[in-house]
Structures are given as C-alpha cells and as structure tokens.
C-alpha cells in the first residue's frame, strides 16, 4: 500500500472551506496553486500514516493543507480513496524526518455526497427564492433606528420648455353644488356615478424648488381658449352664477398622469396649453360674464400608476428600509416586505376622490391577502386650500328639529287645542240654549206668561249666534298669529341664506409646495444599510427553513449554521465519530466556497443558485 502526497499553501481553514463546483473542479483548482510539493508512491505506514521524509524546517510554515490519494496495491493506477487535511503543525523526528500534525478536512471530503433528511439552519445564506417563500422571516439585526432618505417618489407634473428651469402645474379644485339639469355636462361622475357638483379647476404654474407662482403664464384649455387661473381667484369667488355655492377646496398637485401640458412662447407672456391624457377627466365651460373655466368631468376608471417597478428584496424589512407615505399633515408607514410582484411587476397604484373631503387611495400586491391582488391604504387629501362654512347650512342642520319641526307641532297643537275648546263651548251652548227654552215654559205655566215662550227662543237665538261669532274669531285670531310665526321664521331663514359663506384658509400654495404637503412616497435606509448588507451577504439571515432539499444555495459561496440537522447516510456511510464531526462544524457555522479564484472576496456578487 502506498500514498501519493500533495501539501499546499492555500487560504482554506476550518471557518472557510472549499469544495468546488464538483468533486473533480476541487481537485483541478488545487491542482493550480502555485506552492505546493508532490510526495509519489511513499510508502504508507498505518501506525505513523503522517510521517514525512526530510526535515521538518523543509515544511514548516509553507504548507497548510494536504491530499494523500491511498492505492491498495502497488501496482494500482488510480487511488482507491482521496482525502484532504488541515496541517496543524509539523513535529521534528530526527534530521531527516518529520511528522505532520493533521486533521481530516471531512465535509468538504464528502460535501457532493452529503445528504440531510432535515437541515434547519439558523444562519444561512438563503437563496432569496426560500425567504420570499416563507415571508421573508428573519432576526434583523439591531443597528439603531437611524435613517436616511434612499429614493422618493411625487406625481408632480413637471415640464420644461425652452429658456425656462424645470416648472411644475397645480391645481386649486373648487368643489360647488349647483342645481342639476337634465343634460348637464359638467356634472361629476366617479365610480359611475353622477353627482350634483361641479368641480371647477383653477390651474398655476409653479416652480418645484421655491413654490412662487409664475405670473408670466397663461392656461389655455386643449380647445385654445383661455380659461380662469390662480390669478382670477377674486373673480371667481365673487360670481353669480345661479346655484353656485362652493363647499370645499383643495390644492392639487398630482397630475404627473392625469394632464398634458404644451409651452408656447409669446411676446410677452408664455401660454400653458392643458389637456386631460383621460378626455373625459377635463371638460372647458363658459361662468356668466367671467369667462371660461376647467371642470374636472370624470374620474377615470382605470387606477392610476404611482410607482412602477418598486424595489423589493430581503433587505426590505423596516429595521433596514422603511416605507412612508406623506400626505399633507399624515404620514402612514408602510412594509414592503407584504408587497409581491402582481403580473410581474411591483408597483404601487392609486385613485384620487374629488369628493369632499377628496379621499386618496393607494393600493398594493400584498401577499398577506391571498384572495385578491390588492390591498390598500386610504386617507384624506388633508390638502386644504380654503375651508367654506354655510350659515344657512349649519343653521338648517342644526335647528330643523327644534324650529322647523318644532314650529309645525306647535302649531298644530294649538289648532288641535282650538278645536278641543270649541267642541266644550258648543256643548255648553246646546246646554244653555236647552235650559233658557226650559225657563221659559215654565215661566208661561207657573206665571200664565204667554210671551215667555217667545222671548225664551230670541235669548237661545243669541246664545248661538254670540258662540258661532267667538268661534269664527279665535280661529281668525289663531291662523293669523301662526301666519305671522312662519312668516317670522322664513324671514330668518332668508336672513341666513342670504348672510355669506365663512371662509378660512387652509394653506396658501408657496408654504404647502415648499413644505412638501402633496403625495409623495419616500424610501428611507438605515444609514448602517452598506454594512449590514456586507455582514448578510458574508452570514446570511437568522431564520429556520429546511434546506435539505436544496442544500447548495449560491455560486460563490454560502454560509451554514445549524444545530437542528439529521443526516441521510444513504451515500455515504459515517461512523459515530465522523457523524459528530459532521454536525460540530456545522453548529460552530461554516463557508463553503465554491470559486477558489475568489475564496473570501467579499466585495463581488455572489449569484443565486437557479432553483
């Protein structure tokens, strides 16, 4: 029996190992290092297996690792069996011998041969296809809630032109009920339904960067006339258009995908041509002499597309990326690790009301809810440009009962009180006109008066007609009095109808542009984000997923640690030792390294095994 012995310099160890791509890509790539020494057909002595020719100053310090390739006969061409060690130490026999302090390196020697029945690591680095698998579960590591801004996204509807820095267009929507005829064309319609408002749009055009108004521009609807602006505000207010009665506003900003803007120089002015991408969003009508106007039509159908493509991966959990929405005064926190592609794609989508009070909703691919593709986040705009209180309004819904209604069965009381009174005095009529034509008869018999009779009638005659006249006046005298007591109420009514809306302004349009109050979306990273990628791509993530069926999980490298394993000795048959072994390197955690050219390079990409 004899070995062939092949002792390296490399930069494996026992925390870092190298199996290779295969059995045989091992054996080439050592087979290509430039330190080594080949030791052919020494005689094997299974009492001293690691004694070495030579002195021990010969090896020491140049060499870490070893193969011995054993042959059974002597005249054996190919080895029987191929294992590798770690040199631990060289030790002085004599002069001109010396012996090898060894362990057998034992995964990597039967690595393409080791097979688990259950492998639950708890730090591993997980093809990413497992984690999205099972939620993305994982022990985030705790490097402070410190964060920066990594990306943010806005619906702003920015354009350039010519001579000019980048400008924006908003809108100031104006919410007016109005009396709707049959045939209206400026009604609302959301969800398909019509409602009886008018959403008139007051549009400007702004810098981004400062929030200032452009006054060298005028808007002009996609017909070509112009239509009222910011700048026409006191005029719109102010018109007497039949039914108008504005209820509430907004400033809108987010029309990155509701309108279409074309700049046309003129000598002394720009002009802003505005059409909707929906041709039923935008709709130009003419306001009694004030001129024409934009109305927002219809709401269209289709969700509009925030964020198209939003990056998601196993470092999006909020202890490393956060998700916020900022809307105005509200801010909602948001973990993408719930959002999963729909159709391919992660994106974030959205519907705006123009309803009062304007509803916003965003909507997501959660896959936390099975059943349906979306989930959703709904607010108010909470972007209030002017608020508008009616006096006749509030009076009217807060008095109807206690007035109005009041008013009626008060009234109606005191009638039906009348009528309860009128009813007792006609029975004591009846009763005393009874009783005076009784005294009379009497008086003719008693007194042998035979006028009595007849002036008994005339008295009963009067009883009557004195209680028909007293009837006839109380009713009189009722029905006026509640006639003036309507017509007291509905001149306090008319009062209030006719004193003027309250306003107070919400946010004038410089402060709520330059502090960011319009939808917007922003993407924050824990500033420690690049040393905590680092430390995962070289670790991996702390969870518990069976890998026994996909063991390897990368190209490069991968990271194990487990404690929680059960071996499948199917293809290779280990001893009590050998097995404890096995599972102590295990649980002390172990690299494997696959690409010996580029053992512990941390710095490049190490590509997902195809599962």
Not at 51 to 68: C, P, S, W
Request: some cysteine.
């Amino acid at each position: 029996m004899f070995v062939d012995i092949k002792l390296y310099m490399t930069t494996i160890d026992e925390e870092n190992l190298f199996v290779g791509s295969s059995q045989e890509d091992r054996e080439t790539s050592l087979n290509s290092l430039r330190v080594q020494t080949e030791i052919i057909k020494a005689p094997f002595n299974p009492t001293d297996p690691f004694r070495l020719e030579g002195n021990y100053l010969e090896y020491q310090r140049k060499y870490n690792y070893a193969r011995f390739k054993y042959y059974v006969n002597n005249d054996d061409t190919e080895p029987s069996v191929t294992r590798y060690y770690f040199i631990r130490d060289f030790e002085y026999v004599n002069d001109m011998v010396c012996r090898m302090v060894c362990d057998e390196d034992l995964v990597s020697n039967i690595f393409w041969q080791l097979k688990f029945a259950r492998f639950y690591p708890s730090m591993c680095t997980y093809n990413s296809n497992k984690l999205t698998a099972n939620g993305r579960k994982y022990k985030a590591i705790d490097a402070g809630q410190i964060y920066e801004i990594e990306e943010e996204y806005n619906l702003l509807k920015y354009f350039q032109s010519s001579g000019l820095p980048t400008l924006a267009v908003g809108f100031i929507v104006f919410t007016s009920t109005y009396p709707r005829d049959e045939g209206d064309g400026f009604a609302y319609i959301e969800g398909n339904t019509t409602y009886p408002l008018r959403n008139y749009v007051l549009p400007f055009i702004y810098d981004p960067l400062t929030g200032s108004v452009r006054e060298d521009f005028k808007i002009f609807a996609a017909s070509g006339d112009r239509v009222l602006d910011v700048f026409d505000l006191g005029k719109f207010l102010n018109q007497t258009t039949a039914g108008f009665d504005i209820v509430s506003s907004m400033i809108y900003l987010n029309l990155k995908n509701e309108i279409n803007v074309t700049v046309t120089k003129y000598n002394d002015y720009y002009g802003a041509k505005i059409s909707g991408i929906d041709d039923n969003f935008l709709r130009q009508m003419t306001l009694a002499d004030i001129g024409n106007a934009m109305v927002i039509k219809k709401l269209p159908d289709a969700f509009e597309t925030f964020i198209e493509n939003l990056p998601i991966d196993m470092y999006s959990v909020p202890e490393y990326k956060k998700l916020n929405i900022f809307n105005g005064g509200n801010v909602y926190e948001y973990d993408t690790r719930q959002i999963v592609p729909f159709g391919g794609v992660s994106r974030i989508t959205y519907k705006q009301s123009f309803i009062p009070p304007y509803r916003t909703t965003l909507y997501f691919n959660e896959e936390r809810i099975q059943y349906t593709p979306n989930n959703f986040i709904s607010f108010n705009n909470d972007t209030t440009f002017m608020d508008f209180s009616s006096a006749y309004a509030d009076w009217y819904r807060q008095n109807y009962n206690s007035q109005i209604m009041g008013l009626k069965v008060k009234q109606e009381t005191e009638r039906e009180n009348l009528g309860v009174r009128t009813a007792a005095g006609l029975a004591n009529t009846v009763v005393g006109i009874g009783a005076t034509l009784a005294g009379g008869q009497i008086s003719a018999a008693l007194n042998k008066n035979a006028a009595a009779p007849a002036l008994a009638g005339v008295n009963a005659a009067k009883q009557a007609t004195d209680f028909a006249t007293n009837t006839i006046s109380n009713y009189l005298t009722l029905n006026n009095n509640q006639a003036k007591e309507r017509k007291l109420q509905e001149f306090q009514i008319q009062d209030l109808k006719n004193t003027p809306s309250e306003v107070s302004f919400g946010s004038s349009i410089v402060p709520f542009i330059v502090n960011k109050m319009y939808m917007r979306v922003v993407v924050f990273k824990n500033i420690f984000y690049d040393e905590i990628v680092k430390y995962h791509k070289a670790y991996g993530f702390e969870s518990m997923i069976d890998i026994s069926d996909s063991f390897q999980q990368h190209t490069l490298f991968d990271y194990y640690r487990a404690d929680d394993t059960v071996l499948n000795t199917n293809e290779v048959f280990l001893d009590e030792m050998e097995r404890s072994q096995v599972e102590d390197t295990f649980s002390k955690g172990v690299r494997v390294w696959y690409d010996y050219n580029n053992m512990k390079n941390f710095t490049i990409e190490n590509p997902e095994k195809a599962v």
